[in-house]
């Protein structure tokens, strides 16, 4: 870990500090008397949601949206220039928050030909039903417009503009952003959301299209390309894989299946640590019933402070699962079992047996249970329970965090993580065609790229050899020091150093997502920069959890704003900001840093 730059000197001018403290205090009574000025950068899905939160709750007198594409809405994840037709979301319509109008409202009002190139047609009202994401990225294109048109306050949109630099004061904010024509401007804000998802880690769209379906259906019309790798198992996995595919052959609906046509020479490998697949989707009931005996509030009673509050939340967790499932709980030995096993017991069958059975087994499985709503007691558990986990993750200590990394959250990550029924019967059509296989590489496994632009894949006890590798893994926790906006990331490594933080383990911001326990400077910047949050809160991808988050921060801006002035920041805080460590900025402004208690 590196210090950060160190200060330069602090102004010891008793009227200059004067002046500085009645300004911010000036701000701080027009942000209550007219709403603040707050900026948002990042128009994807967290953006729109946040953007449709604060109009709903009243708190802004203006806002500007800045996005670094064209496109308002969609963002990486659901941006059409990134994903196929093909590819699936794994999330329906029932579960996705509503913004101005449901996705399945919306669906139903579209275009006959826009719906069957969506392949959507006739379930465009099922709210079960799985749509592209593509077609999910043009809802919240369309909503994000609606949103921007009815708005009651001026909404100004920057698009193609690039945030250079973000600097966090006592009572707001600084952006830094470069437009069209190349300029910088510096612009004031009484608060700021960074909305960022993905865009900071794979901020050059080539980086991120390397990760996409559309690149490997490139790849996959390379008639010189005959070997695919492609690492990870996930329905991004089977998305990869089914591009390149649908550029070779074709997938034919036979009956009740489907089996696949290869019009050239082709054969790809799954390739993931344990070498399953993802399970297909289950029947569960929405809103999910609350669990007897583990609920938020109990969740929260048990904690202590320190380490073993992990094994406190697993008693809860198993007690209700032997109540509920008790032959399900006996086969796998729960009386026995601890936090740090449960999830080589859950894959213990899995891992042992032949994962293409599993799938055709499974598949019909949750067939059945969709057909009759009768999905197993343990299932609709696990997948409430992960939601009680969700609440309490971010209190737990470095030490059963990381336990929870290991364990608990790979079984939680199965559960939710179902995909579309769809996708299974491609990969199984695959396989049957001889084109799919799946490998488990274990933990110790090296990748070698060769002189001849194959790369090799070896590990103790299998080696392949691959024309083309892709790279269709989650997304893993994202460092501070990689944090985009130089002066707000400075601020934040020197926050986290102050609190004895590693850099490594990304953002644990309070419940409005902000740092400000750590550093009152930082109490109005709204950290929804996803890959930074994956450590503390390894449940936050989804659409679900963006309507969350802007829920949470509009909240909070409510709440204080409904403050009173005996609320406000003393002048004997603002005076210890201005006394700590500082650096002074190119413009000539100091800005304070966390330190102050060294």
């Not at 000025?37 to 800045?66: C, E, K």
């Not at 039903?129 to 043009?138: E, H, I, Q, T």
């Not at 409430?384 to 309490?392: D, G, L, P, S």
Request: glycine share 8%; aromatic share 8%; charged share 20%.
């Amino acid at each position: 870990m590196q210090e950060p730059p160190s200060g330069g000197p602090r102004s010891s001018n008793p009227s200059r500090r004067t002046a500085q403290i009645e300004a911010l205090h000036i701000r701080t009574k027009d942000r209550h008397d007219s709403g603040e000025r707050i900026a948002i950068v990042g128009a994807g899905a967290t953006g729109t949601y946040v953007l449709d939160a604060l109009l709903r709750s009243g708190v802004a007198r203006n806002i500007v949206v800045f996005e670094n594409s064209c496109a308002l809405g969609p963002g990486l994840a659901y941006a059409e220039h990134l994903n196929a037709p093909h590819a699936l979301s794994n999330i329906a319509g029932i579960e996705i928050p509503p913004l101005l109008e449901s996705l399945n409202a919306w669906a139903v009002r579209q275009p006959p030909e826009k719906l069957e190139a969506w392949g959507i047609r006739a379930c465009a009202g099922d709210d079960r039903a799985f749509f592209p994401r593509v077609a999910l990225g043009a809802w919240l294109a369309d909503q994000f417009a609606m949103i921007v048109a009815g708005s009651p306050v001026p909404i100004s949109v920057q698009r193609r503009a690039e945030v250079v630099d973000v600097v966090a004061m006592p009572q707001g904010c600084r952006v830094d952003w470069r437009g069209t024509d190349g300029r910088i401007v510096q612009d004031q804000f009484d608060r700021l959301i960074v909305a960022t998802g993905y865009g900071p880690i794979a901020a050059d769209t080539m980086a991120a299209a390397t990760r996409t379906g559309k690149a490997a259906a490139t790849l996959g019309r390379s008639r010189q390309t005959e070997r695919f790798g492609v690492l990870g198992s996930s329905l991004s996995a089977i998305d990869v894989v089914t591009a390149i595919a649908t550029a070779r052959g074709r997938f034919v609906a036979r009956g009740d299946g489907m089996t696949y046509v290869a019009e050239t020479p082709w054969r790809a490998t799954l390739l993931s640590r344990n070498g399953l697949l993802p399970e297909a989707d289950y029947w569960f009931p929405h809103p999910l019933p609350a669990l007897e005996g583990f609920t938020p509030d109990s969740a929260t009673a048990s904690l202590r402070g320190e380490d073993g509050d992990l094994d406190r939340l697993f008693d809860q967790f198993v007690a209700v699962l032997r109540t509920g499932a008790p032959d399900w709980a006996t086969g796998l030995g729960l009386a026995d079992a601890t936090a740090d096993d449960f999830a080589d017991r859950y894959f213990a069958a899995r891992t042992s047996g032949n994962a293409w059975d599993h799938a055709r087994q499974n598949l019909a499985d949750v067939r059945n249970w969709h057909a009759h709503h009768d999905t197993p007691f343990w299932r609709i558990a696990i997948l409430k329970a992960h939601e009680v986990f969700a609440t309490v993750i971010p209190s737990l200590s470095k030490t059963d965090l990381a336990r929870f990394h290991r364990g608990l959250k790979r079984v939680f990550t199965d559960n939710y993580a179902a995909v579309p029924h769809l996708s299974i019967e491609r990969v199984l059509a695959l396989r049957d065609a001889g084109h799919l296989e799946a490998q488990a590489l274990g933990e110790a496994y090296d990748i070698a790229p060769q002189p001849d632009g194959t790369c090799v894949v070896r590990c103790p006890s299998w080696t392949g050899t691959f024309d083309e590798l892709l790279d269709a893994r989650g997304s893993q926790t994202a460092a501070l020091n990689h944090f985009p906006f130089p002066t707000l990331r400075l601020q934040l490594c020197a926050s986290a150093m102050e609190a004895d933080e590693a850099w490594s383990s990304g953002l644990n911001p309070a419940g409005d997502l902000t740092m400000r326990a750590q550093d009152t400077s930082l109490e109005r910047v709204h950290l929804c920069a996803l890959p930074f949050l994956l450590g503390s809160r390894p449940f936050v991808q989804g659409l679900v959890e963006c309507a969350a988050m802007a829920t949470a921060i509009s909240g909070a801006i409510k709440e204080a704003r409904g403050a009173t002035d005996g609320n406000q920041t003393s002048a004997a805080e603002l005076l210890d900001v201005l006394e700590r460590p500082s650096v002074i900025l190119p413009d000539g402004a100091v800005l304070p840093l966390a330190g102050s208690k060294r």
